[in-house]
């Protein structure tokens, strides 16, 4: 079946370094894979996207390549805020399904 | 309008109760999901709407039931529910066929006491 693993965390890290979060997958087929957010009380955001091998996906200083030798979609910042603290899920879908699989997410905590 | 909103943003309701989530979008979107989040987990998806007609029911117990009147609404009802179904309820959408982009709304914190 599809699944996605991701480090649980929690990471903390102080401002501006670097961040890296791993996510690897397992699926049929070709899925498309994403990085959500969820801050404090909220709902889930669409960080970013890639919907084939090789793709990168990038946003608000953050990104993440499509990597089907490695079934990889590791999230990366070059230099992380305070405002960055947040839990992020990596998910994948098939593209003719209609369920998302979510990885356990993990939290970031960014220290000031 | 890029939005999905969802009201109430807090519930408490007793055992005993019976009360409905509402979610809406008007992103022309003809997929709509429900999905549960437990604290510290990831969500789990319950229904799915696609064309308003239900196409996948997650095995959810019968005291939850969906409802979706017209391409934009899609309500869940609640009734005799437990605490342990105390939870962020999230709704979602996405275009349909193709575009797997999923527009999540801010949730409904439910509490059953």
């Known amino acids: 079946g599809n699944s996605v693993t991701q480090m649980e965390g929690p990471v903390t890290l102080s401002e501006e370094a670097f961040l890296t979060i791993n996510c690897t997958y397992t699926?049929?087929?070709?899925?498309?894979l994403f990085w959500y957010v969820q801050y404090p009380g909220e709902g889930l955001q669409l960080l970013l996207k890639?919907?084939?091998?090789?793709d990168k996906g990038s946003n608000k200083g953050f990104e993440a390549t499509y990597r089907k030798e490695t079934t990889s979609f590791h999230l990366e910042k070059g230099s992380v805020q305070v405002s960055d603290s947040a839990v992020y899920f990596c998910a994948l879908t098939r593209n003719y399904g209609q369920n998302f699989v979510f990885g356990p997410g993990t939290r970031l905590s960014v220290l000031p | 309008d890029t939005e999905v909103t969802q009201t109430p943003k807090h519930l408490v309701m007793g055992m005993t109760n019976k009360k409905s989530l509402k979610c809406e979008q008007h992103?022309?979107?003809?997929?709509m999901y429900w999905y549960k989040q437990k604290a510290k987990k990831p969500p789990e998806l319950m229904f799915v709407y696609s064309y308003e007609k239900l196409s996948i029911n997650e095995s959810v117990p019968s005291r939850f039931s969906p409802e979706c009147p017209n391409s934009s609404l899609l309500n869940l009802h609640l009734h005799a529910l437990q605490p342990e179904d105390s939870a962020l309820y999230l709704c979602?959408?996405?275009?349909?066929?193709?575009?797997?982009?999923?527009?999540f709304g801010s949730g409904t914190r439910l509490t059953v006491v």
């Open positions: 992103m022309g979107h003809r997929a």
């Open positions: 699926a049929t087929g070709y899925p498309s």
């Open positions: 979602a959408s996405s275009p349909g066929r193709g575009d797997r982009s999923y527009t």
């Open positions: 890639a919907t084939k091998a090789d």
